[in-house]
Nanobody
């Protein structure tokens, strides 16, 4: 019913920047909170940043001041601008959305790899 497609991952040197995008499509009536999570090898998935429909944001302490989340409601797209990247930011980044179709559901993208070399 709802598909989330991420793009923008890749390999970057420490100190560099990347911008992730995630576009939602499907039988969507509206989208509440959208966000980004990440999972490094051998670790649990963790919250990176979220943004509500009224553009209130929340960040993990580890990325505050370096990452910025934004969204374009008309395009049903959420972005994650990542600056001053560190090797410890290396992970698969997943897009998440709470969206209304016939009911409210939580949806995940397939993930995009971000690798930061030292």
């Amino acid at each position: 019913q709802v598909q989330l497609v991420e793009s923008g991952g890749g390999l970057v040197q420490a100190g560099g920047s990347l911008r992730l995008s995630c576009k939602a499509s499907g039988s969507i009536l509206s989208i509440n909170t959208m966000g980004w999570y990440r999972q490094a090898p051998g670790k649990q998935r963790e919250l990176v940043a979220t943004i509500t429909s009224s553009s209130s944001t929340r960040y993990a302490d580890s990325v505050k001041g370096r990452f910025a989340i934004s969204r374009d409601g008309a395009k049903r797209t959420v972005y994650l601008q990542m600056n001053s990247l560190k090797p410890e930011d290396t992970a698969v980044y997943y897009c998440n959305a709470a969206a209304w179709t016939a009911t409210l559901g939580e949806y995940w993208g397939q993930g995009t790899q971000v690798t930061v070399s030292s």
